[in-house]
């Protein structure tokens, strides 16, 4: 990566009076680390933006103050946006030396076809977005590439100790994490239809039971004809004359 350079000048608004600087196109930025004093700075946004697109957090800025020949050699330690709006507000710049280790964390990006995925069904799941890394300044790598075209069959995966990473950088993560792995597809189960035969079975043995649960018809009760006595038929019938003597 060529080298990314940044011009900026110190500041005099601090707090809240910085939202004049936003407001001119300038974005408040800090100045700390290695040889140097907590210094308030400030930068044009769109030449700011730039060199964080190019820099990230995982590469050197060349950073110029107020026209001075030697840069500081700085590295993005932290960067504040609108949480809404999502507008830089500030960031941090942090100055290095050249000899000694730093620990970042750099992003991890997966590259190739995983085999598994169209030949077996299976789901390609990133596990890790990024890992800590320990190296020189000068061995920074931007980011990290995953390769999955070895992952042949589901459940595989790919390690953290798989990863290529350059000379002279130490990987800092724990070395038995999965980065990326295949994933199996969920299996939606089907339902078992029976044959016709058999749910005609079934159909027939729950009318026969729902036959047997309902009671006959005029149970319990007297026929018709008992229920309807003719007329007359508890009269007593009528004493007999007597002949007359």
Same mark, same amino acid.
Not at 117 to 132: A, T, Y
Not at 232 to 239: D, T
């Given at each position: 990566m060529d080298n990314i350079e940044l011009a900026a000048h110190k500041r005099d608004l601090l707090g809240k009076k910085v939202r004049f600087l936003r407001r001119k196109g300038l974005t408040p930025v800090s100045l700390y680390g290695h040889g140097v004093e907590s210094t308030s700075l400030q930068i044009e946004t769109p030449a700011l933006k730039k060199a964080l697109a190019r820099a990230g957090m995982t590469s050197l800025v060349y950073l110029k103050v107020d026209g001075g020949k030697r840069p500081h050699m700085t590295i993005v330690r932290g960067i504040q946006r609108d949480p809404v709006k999502g507008e830089l507000l500030h960031v941090d710049f942090y100055q290095v030396r050249m000899d000694k280790?730093?620990?970042i964390e750099v992003p991890l990006v997966l590259v190739g076809k995983a085999p598994a995925v169209k030949d077996q069904g299976g789901i390609l799941v990133q596990?890790?977005?990024?890992v800590e890394v320990?190296?020189?300044p000068t061995n920074m790598c931007h980011s990290i590439e995953a390769d999955v075209s070895n992952l042949v069959n589901l459940d595989q995966a790919i390690? +953290?100790?798989? /990863?290529?990473?350059?000379?002279? +950088?130490?990987? /800092?993560?724990?070395?038995a994490k999965a980065v990326a792995r295949i994933a199996r597809a969920r299996v939606e189960v089907e339902a078992v239809v029976a044959p016709a035969a058999e749910v005609a079975e079934e159909v027939e043995a729950e009318e026969e039971e729902e036959e047997k649960a309902e009671p006959a018809k005029g149970e319990g009760k007297a026929p018709a004809e008992a229920e309807k006595k003719p007329a007359g038929a508890e009269k007593k019938p009528a004493a007999e004359k007597k002949p007359a003597a």
């Amino acid at each position: 990566m060529d080298n990314i350079e940044l011009a900026a000048h110190k500041r005099d608004l601090l707090g809240k009076k910085v939202r004049f600087l936003r407001r001119k196109g300038l974005t408040p930025v800090s100045l700390y680390g290695h040889g140097v004093e907590s210094t308030s700075l400030q930068i044009e946004t769109p030449a700011l933006k730039k060199a964080l697109a190019r820099a990230g957090m995982t590469s050197l800025v060349y950073l110029k103050v107020d026209g001075g020949k030697r840069p500081h050699m700085t590295i993005v330690r932290g960067i504040q946006r609108d949480p809404v709006k999502g507008e830089l507000l500030h960031v941090d710049f942090y100055q290095v030396r050249m000899d000694k280790k730093l620990k970042i964390e750099v992003p991890l990006v997966l590259v190739g076809k995983a085999p598994a995925v169209k030949d077996q069904g299976g789901i390609l799941v990133q596990e890790m977005n990024s890992v800590e890394v320990e190296c020189l300044p000068t061995n920074m790598c931007h980011s990290i590439e995953a390769d999955v075209s070895n992952l042949v069959n589901l459940d595989q995966a790919i390690h +953290v100790q798989d /990863l290529k990473v350059g000379e002279g +950088v130490t990987v /800092l993560t724990d070395p038995a994490k999965a980065v990326a792995r295949i994933a199996r597809a969920r299996v939606e189960v089907e339902a078992v239809v029976a044959p016709a035969a058999e749910v005609a079975e079934e159909v027939e043995a729950e009318e026969e039971e729902e036959e047997k649960a309902e009671p006959a018809k005029g149970e319990g009760k007297a026929p018709a004809e008992a229920e309807k006595k003719p007329a007359g038929a508890e009269k007593k019938p009528a004493a007999e004359k007597k002949p007359a003597a």
